[in-house]
C-alpha cells in the first residue's frame, strides 16, 4: 500500500476536530474529483485531518496540502473495465486491512466503483459507516450494454446495506428511486464550489490563445466523448455567422472523429481545440456563451462555475443537474422534447435539438441586454452553492460514527 503525506503550516482550530475519510475512484480530471479537493480543502482550513483513499493513483488535480493520500493499488485507472471489476474484491481486501487497523468509523465513497469497493469491505468483515456518494444518474446503465446491466446488478445488491445514500441532485434522487429502490436513509447535498478561488483564475491572462475583439467565442469543457455531445455544438457552427468560434477544452476517445467532422464543415479556422487545462475559467470569463450539451449528467459543475465566470450558460435539458441550477422553480421531473425555454439564469435546449441550440445562441448574441442580465442574475444563483454552504451539510453527516 502506498502512502504519502503533505505537511501544512498553519491550522485552523475549529470547535471539534473530526477525522475524515473519504474513498474515490482516482484524482483524475472530473467533476466528482474537483468537488472532493475542494470539500477537502474547506475542511483541511477548518482544522480537521483529511485522508483521501483512491483505488488507483492517477492526479490530474493538485492534492490540498494538509491531506494524507493512500492508494489501494498500482492498478492504472485506464485499465480494461472487466479488469476493474475483478480487481474490486482485492481492493475492498486492502480497504478493509486498512480500516481495521485504524479504527476507522465512518468512510464517505464518491462514484459508482468507489462506492462497490465499499460496500464489499463490509461483507469481508469490517463495522465502519458507509456513505456512498452517486455522482451520475443510474438509469444511464440502461444504454451502457453488459458493462451497464452489471453495475445496475451491483447497484441494486449492495447500496442497501449502505448506511447512508447522498445524491448531489434532486433529479438524480428520483431517477435512483424510479430504477432502483426508496429508502429513509438518503439526502441530497449539491456540490461545493470555491467561488472565491475560481473568480481569482477567473482573471489570470491567457497566454496560449488569442481572443480577438471582433469576433464572438462560445466554449464548452469536459470530456471529449459521446455522451457530451460535442458534435452537435459542431453542427450548430455551421449554422451560425461567421465571426463566431468556438472553444473545446479537455480530451478523450472522441477527440479524433471531432476533428474529422470539423473539417467536413470546413471550419478549421473557427473551432479550437485546446485540450486539458488546469484552469479553465480564464477561459470561460473571456467567452460570451457557454454551452453544456451534454445527453446525461449528474450535478455539472462546469454550469455552476460559468456562472461565477459571468458567462451566459445554454444548456441541454438533460437528466440531471441542468434544470435544477437554472431553474429555481424546482420543476425537476420536466424535461423539454423540442425547441428551447428561456429559464430564470440561463437557457434550456432540448438534447440533440441543433436547430433549438442555434436559436438559443442566436438570442443571447443578438441582445446584449439579456446577456447583461443573465450574467448577473446567475452570479447571484451561484453563490448558493459555495463550498461554505455545501460543507456543513456534509459536515453534518460525517460527524457521527
Not at 488507483?56 to 485507472?77: C, H, R, W
Not at 429555481?328 to 433549438?356: M, P, R, W
Request: charged share 25%; with cysteine.
Amino acid at each position: 500500500m502506498k502512502t504519502f503525506f503533505i505537511t501544512r503550516g498553519v491550522v485552523v482550530e475549529s470547535k471539534r476536530k473530526l477525522s475524515i475519510t473519504f474513498l474515490i475512484t482516482s484524482l483524475c480530471e472530473g467533476g466528482a474529483e474537483r468537488g472532493l479537493m475542494t470539500l477537502s480543502e474547506y475542511f483541511i482550513k477548518e482544522g480537521h485531518e483529511i485522508t483521501i483513499l483512491s483505488l488507483a493513483e492517477n492526479n490530474f488535480y493538485t492534492i490540498p496540502q494538509g491531506v494524507k493520500m493512500v492508494y489501494l493499488s498500482k492498478m492504472n485507472d485506464n485499465a480494461w473495465g472487466f479488469w476493474k471489476l475483478l480487481y474490486m474484491p482485492y481492493q475492498a481486501w486492502r480497504l478493509k486491512k486498512y480500516l481495521v487497523d485504524r479504527d476507522v468509523n465512518v468512510v464517505q465513497s464518491h462514484l459508482f466503483r468507489a462506492n462497490f469497493v465499499n460496500l464489499i469491505s463490509t461483507m469481508m468483515g469490517t463495522k465502519h459507516a458507509v456513505q456512498v456518494v452517486n455522482h451520475s444518474v443510474v438509469s444511464r446503465f440502461f444504454k451502457e450494454g453488459f458493462s451497464g446491466k452489471i453495475n445496475l446488478a451491483l447497484i441494486r445488491m449492495l447500496y442497501p446495506k449502505a448506511d447512508l445514500i447522498v445524491h448531489i441532485s434532486k433529479r438524480m434522487q428520483s431517477d435512483f428511486n424510479k430504477y432502483c429502490f426508496r429508502t429513509r436513509n438518503e439526502k441530497v447535498i449539491y456540490n461545493p464550489y470555491n467561488i472565491e478561488s475560481i473568480i481569482e483564475d477567473s482573471y489570470e491572462p491567457i497566454d496560449d490563445f488569442m481572443f480577438e475583439s471582433h469576433k464572438r467565442y462560445l466554449i464548452t469543457v469536459g470530456r471529449l466523448i459521446p455522451l457530451k455531445r460535442f458534435s452537435d455544438v459542431i453542427e450548430a457552427m455551421d449554422k451560425l455567422d461567421s465571426d463566431v468560434e468556438l472553444i473545446l477544452l479537455g480530451d478523450g476517445s472522441e477527440r479524433d472523429s471531432l476533428e474529422v467532422l470539423v473539417k467536413r464543415y470546413a471550419l478549421e479556422d473557427r473551432v479550437h481545440f485546446l485540450g486539458q487545462v488546469k484552469n479553465p475559467f480564464k477561459y470561460i470569463r473571456k467567452s460570451n456563451i457557454f454551452i453544456l450539451s451534454s445527453e446525461v449528467e449528474g450535478f455539472p459543475n462546469v454550469i455552476i462555475e460559468s456562472m461565477l465566470c459571468e458567462t451566459i450558460v445554454i444548456s441541454s435539458d438533460c437528466l440531471s443537474g441542468p434544470r435544477e441550477i437554472l431553474d429555481s422553480s424546482l420543476e425537476i421531473a420536466k424535461q423539454l422534447s423540442d425547441g428551447v425555454e428561456i429559464s430564470e439564469f440561463g437557457l434550456l435546449y432540448s438534447v440533440g435539438d441543433v436547430n433549438g441550440l442555434v436559436e438559443a445562441i442566436n438570442r443571447v448574441l443578438s441582445d446584449k441586454s439579456l446577456a447583461y442580465i443573465y450574467a448577473q442574475r446567475a452570479l447571484e444563483r451561484a453563490k448558493h452553492f459555495s463550498v461554505k454552504n455545501i460543507a456543513k451539510e456534509y459536515k453534518e453527516i460525517l460527524s457521527y460514527g
